[in-house]
């Protein structure tokens, strides 16, 4: 029996590659949209856990969210000093670290922050952190190694930004992979930020002959990107070869940062601060939580990117049934010939139900394959733009779908199969 | 052996005033070598239907040894064809990208799990019997004659105590044609098969025992 479904497939062997190829694309297409799905909320979820709290200026959530987790660039308002040094003295946090963004190398972009971000982003992996002005530590994918030296590019290079030319890094160590857009990130102590930005600004100024002392958001204004804006004066630190100063990071009186990262001592002291750091001028959130929100938003995309799917899967699987029924027109003189040469009609319908099966069964399983391959390479190129690992993986979940498609599969075969079965021999044997 | 006997048989297509098959009587002795004949349209193919049980009868009675085909359901004709009827029909009805001997062998792989012991050895008595040397050969590649052949020895390989032909040499030359006749007479014979043969070849009518004509329906004449 085994044996004349072999042979007439491969009698039919184009055909049935056909019919195979055509089942395994849309099986594939449903596959590679709910892999990636999965692989795309999974990966930023795990983004957004290295960030419990994050404290920035009132504004967007979102925004906040994306320029913190995602380091989207944006322009975000300051907060100010004042807060960072609060919340680093606050015996419910953990450690509190600025980030200070707006300059990038290449496409990568520089963060501002402190040693305690450099921990609570997992550690290094080789060379050493920080310590002076001019020094620098990069994500586990930029393209810079220990002893690189590099100019600070206010704006991407893609996008045509300026150089601080008077400012150099040197690469001093390298993070440990994140599996976040931070391993695409080059951090520098955030002094050095604002003393890059405090430059800028005092130059500006003395044209105006003005004195801007503890205003936050000045330079600022050339640009649409945020950054952390110097407050000229107080944060001078006139030697880019100086020793970094925690405490002067920490003081009352330090310049403004875009977004402040809180690693709270508890999930009760998270909420609390959360609580108190909800002002008119601050703003406070769990990053999984806008995250979460986003995602309910974006349900909707996901279900109409499912039912496309499913429409294509319905579609191929009418035009499969309608080749598969001419196919068994085309062949019922034969399988009308085997009930009169003594085959009983139940095998007449196994036979055909076996090919049939066989071919879907096959695509069905190719196209799982092959949307699981797909899905990879979408997700092996979105990760190397953004650096969120997504991790493209089959769940437990995924079992009945593919049980119930399977289970479709099987009464789709016996169609045909129950055609054949009624087919009439003698009629058969006439052609 | 079995003995047919045919009772009052009538098939009516719809739509049709008269009927396309009426057989008052007939009767087939075990072991008989009987022709039917008659222009296209008189009811041969249909009668073959009828004695074969690839059809039932509307009306009548049509008994194989007793047993009156015309009242089983169409699984237990099914089955009684397939333990008492071997087929050859003029176009052969073989399994192309099967060899030869998978296609004798297919009616016994198709009707149960695992082929009967012997059953091998008897496809290849059976294709040797016939003149097929190259057993393995894929049955598309064979020429007409040979195709023919082999349905003869498919037609045999469950041992069928009746032997049904429907115009077995009508799509082979005169040379292939006589070979495929002389064999369904010589292996009807040993294998003590009832043998009906529907032709219009008068060659191989006039080879068997009996002949009957039919017209419009009817038996005109029987012969031979």
């Known amino acids: 029996m085994f044996r004349l479904v072999v042979a007439d497939l491969r009698r ?94 290449e496409d990568y972009p520089i963060v501002g922050t402190t040693q305690a971000l450099v921990d609570g982003l997992g550690g290094l992996r080789d060379g050493r952190a920080f310590a002076r002005l001019d020094e620098a530590v990069a994500g586990a994918a930029v393209a810079l190694r220990p ?42 102590p955030v002094e050095a930020v ?41 944060a001078q630190a006139p030697d880019p070869q100086a020793a970094i100063d925690p405490a002067r990071v920490t003081a009352a009186g330090a310049p403004g940062v875009p977004a402040i990262v809180v690693k709270p001592r508890s999930i009760a002291d998270a909420y609390k601060l959360r609580q108190e750091w909800r002002t008119d001028t601050t703003l406070a959130l769990f990053p999984a939580e806008v995250l979460t929100r986003l995602y309910a938003t974006l349900g909707d995309a996901r279900r109409v990117l499912s039912a496309v799917a499913i429409g294509a899967q319905a579609l191929v699987a009418a035009a499969i049934l309608l080749v598969i029924l001419l196919h068994v027109g085309q062949r019922r003189r034969q399988i009308g010939a085997l009930r009169a040469f003594g085959a009983p009609r139940p095998a007449v319908f196994a036979v055909v139900w076996m090919e049939g099966f066989a071919l879907l069964g096959l695509g069905l399983l190719a196209g799982v394959g092959l949307g699981y391959g797909a899905a990879r390479l979408i997700a092996a190129r979105l990760e190397a733009q953004s650096g969120v690992a997504l991790p493209v993986l089959f769940t437990r979940d995924d079992l009945t779908p593919l049980l119930v498609l399977a289970g479709a599969t099987a009464v789709l075969a016996a169609v045909p199969a129950l055609l054949a079965y009624r087919q009439s021999p003698a009629a058969a044997l006439r052609g | 052996m079995p003995a047919l006997a045919v009772e009052a048989l009538e098939v009516r297509f719809p739509g049709l005033a008269t009927p396309a098959l009426a057989i008052a009587h007939l009767t087939v002795e075990s072991g008989a070598r009987l022709g039917l004949t008659g222009p296209s349209g008189s009811g041969k193919t249909t009668l073959v239907n009828l004695v074969t049980g690839l059809e039932r009868a509307g009306r009548g009675r049509l008994a194989w040894d007793g047993t009156d085909i ?19 029909m003029q176009d052969f009805h073989l399994f192309d990208g099967l060899s030869a001997r998978d296609n004798v062998l297919l009616p016994l792989r198709l009707s149960r799990l695992s082929l009967p012991a012997g059953a091998g050895a008897e496809a290849d008595r059976l294709l040797a019997r016939v003149g097929i040397e190259r057993r393995d050969q894929k049955v598309e590649t064979l020429s007409r004659g040979q195709k023919q052949r082999v349905a003869v020895a498919r037609a045999l390989i469950a041992r069928p105590g009746i032997l049904v032909a429907d115009e077995p040499t009508a799509s082979l030359d005169a040379e292939a044609g006589a070979t495929v006749a002389s064999l369904l007479l010589e292996l009807a014979t040993e294998a003590k098969a009832t043998l009906i043969v529907a032709s219009h070849d008068p060659r191989l009518l006039e080879r068997l025992d009996r002949v009957v004509r039919l017209e419009a329906g009817r038996i005109r004449e029987t012969g031979g």
């Open chain 1, 12 to 105: 039919n062997a184009l055909g049935a590659l056909a019919i195979v190829l055509i089942v395994a694309f849309a099986a594939a297409l449903g596959v590679a949209v709910t892999l990636q799905e999965r692989a795309l909320r999974l990966g930023s979820a795990r983004a957004a856990t290295a960030f419990p709290l994050v404290v920035g200026a009132a504004g967007s959530e979102t925004q906040l969210m994306l320029s913190a987790v995602f380091l989207q660039p944006a322009p975000l308002g300051l907060v100010p000093g004042r807060v960072l040094s609060s919340l680093a003295a606050d015996p419910r946090v953990a450690w509190a670290a600025p980030v200070g963004f707006g300059d990038f190398v």
């Open chain 1, 147 to 188: 002893g690189d030296r590099f100019h600070p590019l206010h704006g991407q290079a893609s996008t045509g930004g300026h150089m601080h030319g008077e400012t150099t890094y040197e690469v001093v160590g390298r993070l440990a992979p994140t599996g976040t857009p931070w391993d695409r990130a080059v951090l520098v």
């Open chain 1, 194 to 234: 604002w003393r890059t930005h405090g430059l800028e600004a005092h130059e500006d100024e003395a044209h105006e002959g003005e004195q801007h002392e503890g205003e936050q958001h000045e330079g600022e204004q050339h640009t649409d990107e945020a950054h952390a804006s110097g407050a000229p004066g107080a």
């Open chain 2, 70 to 88: 015309a009242r089983l359901s169409e699984g237990r004709r099914d089955r009684w064809r397939a333990a008492n009827v071997g087929l050859v």
